[in-house]
């Protein structure tokens, strides 16, 4: 299913949206940037959770389309860039679609779904041309694996030597479990995304945003003409319920989130038929990563039998380049519903495990 959480906005910051719906202001196109009041709580924001200090922020309509623009801002068509697979399916096709075509997909360690940095590093120093750009997702979708910082410091550092950008994708920056804490990178190379998406429910609403370096020379120009083309400003009332969200804070999102760990818990017992060293991930997000049985070649293939014959939806792997596995949601349902989707998987799992694909 569609990588979501089952909650609403805070209701406090709904109130006031019901209160402004006529004002003409909502109407109108705002500054390209975000709203001034928006970027202001932002810019605090960043410092005092993120602790970037040094980053200039844009608002944008979801961290998909904060992505497509710095695309579009920071790479040519015939560009090389990297990703690791299992790669968020999204951010390939922004590349695609952008004419930005050598794609070069580095591997992840089987165990622990890290990024293979030493294959990073040979790719940084050997690939024509350098890769423009590269990117992870930090905890992973589809993967729910966590970049510890020394690992993330030293991709940083592998693209800066090699003049190469790090885009880093933080929407699920709030969703860490077991007592792990989320991180940010700055430097003058490194551009972070966030999204309220998920964290505070507003999946519709579309609001997400970019914080990129102060520094660099021409980049607010470049990133400006390509907002200016696409959404011109993310919706204004997205923004005020994005602004009056803050106001809830990290604290009504934890409160969620926590409760999370029980949804992960009856997911893994679900995956149990497939062998619990074919279980991996959710360190964070809302994902976990599934190796299906050797005789089953074709994940979509019994993507679409599970959701047929036993009416539970998970993603093919092969949709982020891992083939013969599935990524598997615990975000989108409440604890009873997930109770019923994991008895529906196990039973689906365990179905394929001893007997295949029987229709
Ligand atoms: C890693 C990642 N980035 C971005 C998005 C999209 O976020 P938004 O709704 O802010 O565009 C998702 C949604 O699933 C995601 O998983």
Known sequence: MQGVVYWQPPESAMDKIEKIIREPIVSKYGSDDGLPELREALLEKLSRENKLTKSSVMVTAGANQAFVNLVLTLCDAGDSVVMFAPYYFNAYM?????GVTDILVGGCDPKTLHPDVDWLEKVLKENEPIPKLVTVVNPGNPSGAFI?????????????????WLVVDNTYEYFMYDGMEHYCLEDAHIVNLFSFSKAYGMM???????????????????LLKVQDNIPICASIIGQRLALYSLEAGPEWIKERVKDLVKNRALLVEALSPLGEDNVKGGEGAIYLWAKLPDSCS??????????????????????????????????GLKEED?????????????ELVTDGMVQ
């Not at 510890?148 to 190469?164: F, V």
């Not at 093919?316 to 598997?328: C, F, K, L, N, T």
């Open 94 to 98: 922004s590349f695609q679609m952008t």
């Open 298 to 331: 074709d994940d979509f293939e019994a993507v679409r039998w599970l959701a047929n014959k036993h009416g539970v939806a998970v993603i093919p792997g092969s949709a982020s380049g891992g083939p013969g596995y599935i990524r598997v949601s615990f975000g």
């Open 204 to 222: 519709g609403w579309r609001v997400g945003y970019i914080a990129f370096p102060n520094e660099a020379d021409g980049f607010h120009d470049q």
């Open 148 to 164: 510890p910082r020394p690992m993330l410091e030293r991709i940083s550092d592998l693209c800066k030597n090699a003049g190469a």
């Open 338 to 350: 997930t109770r019923l989707a994991a008895e529906r998987l196990r039973r689906g799992l365990q």
